[in-house]
């Protein structure tokens, strides 16, 4: 068995898709979490040789500007790739509801090595992620209750629900003719909408103002 190099990390996903998550200014800025994959953590190691560069001299003339190179540990750096997603999401309630991301010391390729060396943590986070994915059905299915719209319903939650093998109706396909995208935040709308559901956007100003009489 080859040396684990404990300088870098390992960041576990036990989550169905990819996640792409940016830092700007950090060089590299743009990090692609492997997903799990039939049962299978997805496994992506975080490099040390992640640097800001910082102008020692934010009053330099721009040719004379002499910028240095400021390293980020690449344990701190997994954990605030796993941060930055986690707490925009919807029904994350740490420690009991939380998505299966966590970070491990070392450079680990090898799933099979990582579910049975880290067993407690596997199960952990499997179970914390499978009590995030109920809150989330949780939601949609009040959702539905109250509006009967697919397009109410998001990705996520439709996610939670085929990991955890519900049956429900608003999982069905969307329609073809409500396949139309927000160009604000990439939502499903209905073909025509005047404003967004999900996010709130107005869509058509003018029919908006005539509706609401402004």
Same mark, same amino acid.
């Given at each position: 068995?080859?040396e684990i190099d404990t300088t870098f990390t390992t960041i576990v996903s036990l989550l169905p898709y990819k996640l792409t998550e940016y830092k700007?200014?950090?060089?590299?800025a743009e990090y692609i979490i492997n997903p799990q994959v039939n049962g299978?953590?997805?496994?992506?190691?975080?490099?040390?040789?992640?640097?800001?560069?910082?102008?020692?001299?934010?009053?330099?003339?721009?040719?004379?500007?002499?910028?240095?190179?400021? *390293?980020?540990?690449?344990? !701190?750096?997994?954990?605030?790739?796993? @941060?930055?997603?986690? %707490? &925009?999401?919807?029904?994350?309630?740490?420690?009991?509801?939380?998505?299966?991301?966590?970070?491990?010391?070392?450079?680990?390729?090898?799933?099979?090595?990582?579910?049975?060396?880290?067993?407690?943590?596997?199960?952990?986070?499997?179970?914390?992620?499978?009590?995030?994915?109920?809150?989330?059905?949780?939601?949609?299915?009040?959702?539905?209750?109250?509006?009967?719209?697919?397009?109410?319903?998001?990705?996520?939650?439709?996610?939670?629900?085929?990991?955890?093998?519900?049956?429900?109706?608003?999982?069905?396909?969307? *329609?073809?003719?409500?396949? !139309?995208?927000?160009?604000?935040?990439? @939502?499903?709308?209905? %073909? &025509?909408?005047?404003?967004?559901?999900?996010?709130?956007?107005?869509?058509?100003?003018?029919?908006?103002?005539?509706?609401?009489?402004?």
């Amino acid at each position: 068995m080859r040396e684990i190099d404990t300088t870098f990390t390992t960041i576990v996903s036990l989550l169905p898709y990819k996640l792409t998550e940016y830092k700007p200014g950090l060089n590299p800025a743009e990090y692609i979490i492997n997903p799990q994959v039939n049962g299978t953590p997805g496994l992506t190691i975080i490099p040390n040789n992640a640097f800001y560069l910082v102008n020692t001299d934010p009053l330099a003339d721009a040719k004379e500007v002499r910028s240095i190179k400021v *390293p980020v540990p690449s344990r !701190e750096l997994a954990d605030s790739i796993i @941060n930055d997603y986690t %707490s &925009g999401l919807l029904a994350v309630e740490a420690p009991d509801a939380f998505p299966g991301l966590f970070a491990l010391k070392g450079d680990y390729d090898e799933p099979k090595l990582v579910m049975v060396k880290f067993a407690k943590e596997m199960a952990f986070f499997r179970d914390t992620q499978i009590h995030w994915f109920e809150r989330l059905i949780a939601i949609a299915d009040d959702t539905w209750s109250k509006s009967h719209s697919p397009i109410a319903i998001s990705s996520l939650e439709r996610d939670a629900c085929r990991m955890l093998g519900y049956k429900r109706d608003w999982l069905n396909p969307i *329609p073809l003719e409500v396949q !139309e995208k927000c160009p604000f935040c990439q @939502n499903p709308i209905n %073909s &025509g909408a005047i404003k967004c559901v999900t996010c709130g956007e107005v869509l058509d100003k003018k029919k908006y103002a005539e509706l609401v009489g402004a």
